[in-house]
C-alpha cells in the first residue's frame, strides 16, 4: 500500500512538472534572459553613449575600495536612501491596506442592502491605471489649485494651503495614502473571498456558547483567513518593493521619496550609466528575493505550526 501511495505521488509530481514546463520556459525567455543581461551589465563600465564598447570591472560598481574611500552601490549614500525609502514605503501601505482590506471584507461579507454594488464600487480605484491615478491625485494634492486643500480650507481644518507633494515629511506620507487608496481592494478581494469559505457553522457554535465578536474574530475568523491573506500580502510586497509609476510621476526623482526602483531609472536612463544602473537593478532584485524568502519561510512556519 505504501509503495502505490509514493508511486502515485510521483507520478502527480511528474505530472505537475510536464504541465508546468511550458510556463517555465516561456519565464525563462522573458525574464532570465533579460536578467541575466543585467547581471551581466552591472559587472562593466558600460554606458548609453556607446553600448558597443566596453570591458568589465567586476564587482567595482558594487562596492570597490580606491585611496580609502568605499565605492559603489551598497556605499552610495544616496541608494542606502532609497532603500530606507522603499523599505519604509513597502511596510506602511501594505501594513495599512492589510488592515483596512480585511475591515472592508468583514463589512462586505454581512447581508444589507446595496452590498452588490458596494462591492462593483470597490474595484473602481484597483481598476484605475497607477499612472491615471498617480496624475489624477498629483493634480487634488496640488498646493495651489488641488480639491484636497481647497475642501480642508473650507472645513477649517488649515488655514493655508499645503505643498504636499513637495514638503518631504508630507511627500512620502501622501504617496503611501494613494497607494493604499489604490490597492486596498485588492486584499479586501482576496479576504472577501476566503472569508465566504468559511464554515457558518463556526459562527453558530460561537454564538450559542456566547463568545464576543472580538475574540470570534481572532480566535475563528482570522486564523481561517490567514492563508489568503498571506497571499495578499506577498503579491502587495512584492508590488510596493519595486514601486516606481506611482512614486516617479507623483514627486520625481526627490530624496523624501527616492525608491531603489527610480535610483536605478536615474542612474541608468538620466546619468546613463549602464553598468552603475544595472548593479542598482540586480541589487533590487537580490533584496526583493530575500524579503520574500524570509517572508515566505516564516509564513510556512507558522502555518506548519498552527496544524500541528
Same mark, same amino acid.
Given at each position: ?84 525609502? %522603499? ?10 491596506? %492589510? ?84 490597492? %486596498? ?71 523624501? %521619496? ?51
Amino acid at each position: 500500500m505504501a509503495q502505490a501511495h509514493t508511486e502515485a505521488t510521483r507520478e502527480r509530481i511528474r505530472s505537475a512538472w510536464i504541465f508546468l514546463a511550458p510556463m517555465l520556459i516561456v519565464l525563462a525567455l522573458v525574464a532570465a534572459w533579460p536578467l541575466a543581461r543585467t547581471l551581466h551589465f552591472s559587472l562593466t563600465n558600460a554606458t548609453l553613449v556607446d553600448m558597443n564598447h566596453y570591458s568589465l570591472v567586476g564587482l567595482d560598481n558594487y562596492l570597490a575600495l580606491d585611496d580609502g574611500r568605499w565605492y559603489g552601490v551598497l556605499s552610495d549614500p544616496e541608494w542606502l536612501k532609497a532603500l530606507g525609502n %522603499t523599505l519604509v514605503f513597502a511596510i506602511t501601505s501594505v501594513t495599512l491596506e %492589510t488592515v483596512l482590506g480585511v475591515l472592508i471584507a468583514l463589512l462586505l461579507n454581512m447581508s444589507f442592502r446595496g452590498r452588490g454594488l458596494m462591492r462593483a464600487a470597490l474595484l473602481v480605484p484597483w481598476a484605475i491605471p497607477t499612472v491615471v491615478s498617480a496624475r489624477m491625485w498629483s493634480w487634488m494634492l496640488n498646493d495651489q489649485f488641488g480639491v484636497i486643500n481647497d475642501a480642508l480650507m473650507k472645513l477649517g481644518l488649515i488655514a493655508a494651503p499645503v505643498a504636499w507633494l513637495a514638503e518631504p515629511h508630507l511627500a512620502m506620507a501622501s504617496v503611501v495614502l494613494v497607494d493604499v487608496w489604490k490597492t %486596498t481592494p485588492f486584499v479586501a478581494l482576496l479576504a472577501l473571498a476566503a472569508l465566504q469559505m468559511v464554515p457558518r457553522d463556526c459562527y453558530e457554535a460561537a454564538r450559542v456558547d456566547g463568545v464576543h465578536p472580538v475574540r470570534v474574530f481572532f480566535q475563528v475568523t482570522l486564523p481561517l483567513i490567514r492563508p489568503a491573506l498571506a497571499v495578499a500580502v506577498i503579491f502587495r510586497l512584492l508590488d510596493a518593493m519595486r514601486m516606481f509609476d506611482l512614486v516617479y510621476i507623483m514627486t520625481g526623482a526627490t530624496d523624501a %521619496t527616492l525608491t531603489l526602483s527610480v535610483f536605478a531609472r536615474r542612474e541608468l536612463v538620466d546619468f546613463q550609466d549602464v553598468g552603475y544602473g544595472s548593479a542598482a537593478s540586480t541589487l533590487l532584485f537580490f533584496v526583493i528575493a530575500l524579503i520574500t524568502a524570509l517572508y515566505v519561510t516564516a509564513v510556512r512556519l507558522d502555518l506548519d505550526g498552527k496544524r500541528r
